[in-house]
T-cell receptor, first 114, second 114 residues
Framework: GAVVSQHPSWVICKSGTSVKIECRSL??????MFWYRQFPKQSLMLMAT?????????EQGVEKDKFLINHASLTLSTLTVTSAHPEDSSFYIC??????????FGSGTRLTVV | AQKVTQAQTEISVVEKEDVTLDCVYE???????LFWYKQPPSGELVFLIR??????QNEISGRYSWNFQKSTSSFNFTITASQVVDSAVYFC???????????FGAGTILRVKS
């Protein structure tokens, strides 16, 4: 079945540094990728929707200059958390439109900013 | 606007008990898609079912069953003879167009004790 590979699975970074998270569709073309953030014991909140070759559409309240999304190819989308701070610590998960189930999720990235 | 409500924050049952997780949705669209996902402690989302708005037929898959009732805008999920491995967070989600963004409910934590 369809697979989205998300890396890294977890990352610890220092406050003020940037972190890049990659989501790669392995056996299908992901024209649209959704990026979600999940704080502990909370639901998944959509951050942005990215379409291959165009600028991402951010949800209200999400800083586009802080969370940079690049979707330059049909198989790769990246989320870069710039100048990360402890409040950015969260679980980030991507989802590609496609695959037999309609949406194929990555395995998630647990970000801890210290 | 679309909304998914999972009123049960947490449910605890003893192994072999049946348990029903409630999901109520809101949308003005006549075509929409409903999903259930399981999120174990590792964090990845496990797809359980997708149902479109024109298919009200209930579904059974092993110990899992789903009851979709448009009249009450509900899409409830029942686990029969629960097992410890069923312990997880369960999310109900809605998409108003196939491939459009998913709106998640708050999730229900299910704890199955042996």
């Amino acid at each position: 079945g369809a697979v989205v590979s998300q890396h890294p699975s977890w990352v610890i970074c220092k406050s003020g540094t940037s972190v890049k998270i990659e989501c790669r569709s392995l056996d299908f073309q992901a024209t649209t990728m959704f990026w979600y953030r999940q704080f502990p014991k909370q639901s998944l909140m959509l951050m942005a929707t990215s379409n291959e070759g165009s600028k991402a559409t951010y949800e209200q309240g999400v800083e586009k200059d802080k969370f940079l999304i690049n979707h330059a190819s049909l198989t790769l989308s990246t989320l870069t958390v710039t100048s990360a701070h402890p409040e950015d610590s969260s679980f980030y998960i991507c989802s590609a439109r496609g695959g037999g189930e309609g949406y194929t999720f990555g395995s998630g990235t647990r970000l801890t900013v210290v | 606007a679309q909304k998914v409500t999972q009123a049960q924050t947490e449910i605890s049952v003893v192994e072999k008990e049946d348990v029903t997780l409630d999901c109520v949705y809101e949308t003005r669209d006549t075509t929409y898609y409903l999903f259930w996902y399981k999120q174990p402690p590792s964090g990845e989302l496990v797809f359980l079912i997708r149902r479109n708005s024109f298919d009200e037929q209930n579904e059974i898959s092993g110990r899992y069953s789903w009851n979709f009732q448009k009249s009450t805008s509900s899409f409830n999920f029942t686990i029969t003879a629960s097992q410890v491995v069923d312990s997880a967070v369960y999310f109900c989600a809605l998409a108003t167009e196939y491939g459009n963004k998913l709106v998640f409910g708050a999730g229900t934590i299910l704890r199955v004790k042996s």
